[in-house]
C-alpha cells in the first residue's frame, strides 16, 4: 500500500471497490463496540468478504483493543514512532 492508501485507511476510508466496504464494516465495528449493522455485514459479504475474513476483521478489531487496553494500563513506553491519530 502507498502511504496515500496507509493514511486513508487510517481514517478508515479507501479508492479500492473491495477495501472501501471492508473497512467501513471495521470503523462500525469500533464505533458500536462489536455491533455492526446487518447493513454492515451484508455490505462487507457484497463486496466479497467472506465470513472467515469478516471474523478475521473482528478479531483484529478485538487484539488492538485488548493490547491497547493492556499497555495503557501497565504504562508500556513504545519502542516505535508515535502516529498521530486521523480523524476521518
Known amino acids: 500500500m502507498s502511504e496515500e492508501e496507509i493514511r486513508q485507511a487510517q481514517g478508515f476510508e479507501s479508492d479500492d471497490a473491495r477495501r472501501a466496504p471492508g473497512l467501513r464494516f471495521v470503523r462500525e465495528v469500533v464505533e458500536t463496540r462489536g455491533h455492526p449493522s446487518d447493513e454492515a455485514v451484508n455490505g462487507a459479504r457484497e463486496a466479497g468478504y467472506s465470513d472467515e475474513e469478516i471474523l478475521e476483521m473482528i478479531a ?25 491519530r486521523v480523524h476521518g
Not at 487484539?63 to 502516529?83: C, H, M, Q, R
Request: net charge negative.
Open 60 to 84: 483484529h478489531v478485538a487484539l488492538t483493543t485488548f493490547s491497547n487496553y493492556t499497555n495503557d494500563l501497565a504504562g508500556t513506553e513504545l519502542e516505535i514512532p508515535k502516529v498521530e
